[in-house]
Structures are given as C-alpha cells and as structure tokens.
C-alpha cells in the first residue's frame, strides 16, 4: 500500500529550521550572559582585591612616613646633641688655654723685654710691651715662631722708640705691639711635625724689627 503525504513538509522543516536556529541564538546568548556575568564577577573579586591592597599599601606607606619623621627628629636631636657636645668639648679644651698662653709668654720673651698688656681674643693674642733694642723685639718673635708649641704665626704690628726717665737718668727704650696666635690642643696635635725655617712670611716680619725700629727712632 502507497502511502502519499498530502500535508506541507517543506514549510515544516522550514519552521523546524527556524526554531533549531531561535533556540541556538538563545543559547549563545545564554551562554555569552553567562559568561559576561561570570567575568563581571570575576572583575569584581580582582577590584576588591586591587583596593584591598592599595588600602594596605596607603596603611603601610602612612606608617612609614611616620617613622621617617620620627628617624628625622631623632637626627635633629642627635645633631644638637653633638653640638652640645662640641660645644662642652670645646670649653673644656678651651678653659686651659690661658695657661698655656701665660706658660710660653713667660719660657719664650727674652730678657730685656717687659709686657704692659695682653689681651686674647678667642685664638688671637695682642700682646704690648717695652724691649730694652730692638733686637729683644725679634728675638721675641723668632722664639714664638720656631720654638713656641703653643704660638704661632707672631705678626709685629708697632714698634717704636720711646724716652723713659728714671730717678737717676733717662733711658731709650723701644715701645712695641705684636700679634700671636694661640694654638688649640687639636690643632697642636695635627701641626706636630717640624717646622722649615723659612717657610713661612714669619722670619720676614722678625727681621723687619730692626729696620722698623731704626727708622721710628730717627
């Protein structure tokens, strides 16, 4: 027996086309919905994990500058305490000095030479006195400038002559100012090596005594 289909299957495999096509759109966009949901979620995670670590980050750098403020504040301080203590050092090294001073005026002027003023000034040292030649006036300076380890760099300012009269006659006598440098214990220390004759404008100005002295007492 023959059996004959008298219904439309051409439309039907075109509706059934149709529907197999909807529902794979429907799935692919079901899948793609998922999977834009599944990275939204992953994005999400990622952000809070990112901001959770900037968050721990910003706590870290905000404890690290304070403790670079407080390593600051603790240099100051150290600082100032080495400038306190520089300070102390320096007084204490500085409080002996004048006995120093005394100790070589008295061992280096030589006889023939009397002191009226001296006058220190931190390193700096004026002295004045009364010399019986001019001569004594440079031995002075020679001795502060090669034999003194206390004294240095002598400079003679002034020296003239000048009449002193006594109970029995009247005496010539030559009237003089100097500069000195007063040596400190360190510099003393580091300066310990001999001394060049010479080298240095100091014999220039020992020398220079007599001649100043002549030409002041013409």
Known sequence: MILINLLPHREEKRRRRKQAFFLGVALAVLVGLLIAGAWYLVLGEMRREQRTRNEFLQTEIRRLEGQIKDIASLKSEIEALKARQKVVEDFQIDRNMPVHLLNELTAQVPEGIYLTAIRQDGQGVAVTGVAQTNERVSEFLRNTAYHSPWLERPELV?????????????????????????????????????????????????????????????
């Open 158 to 218: 002034e020296i003239k002559a000048a009449a002193v009269t006594t109970a029995r006659d009247q005496k010539r006598l030559f009237e003089f100012a100097v500069r000195l440098t007063l040596k400190r214990p360190q510099d003393k220390e580091q300066a310990a090596r001999p001394v060049v004759p010479g080298a240095s404008g100091v014999p220039s100005a020992a020398a220079s005594a007599a001649p100043a002295a002549s030409g002041s007492a013409s």
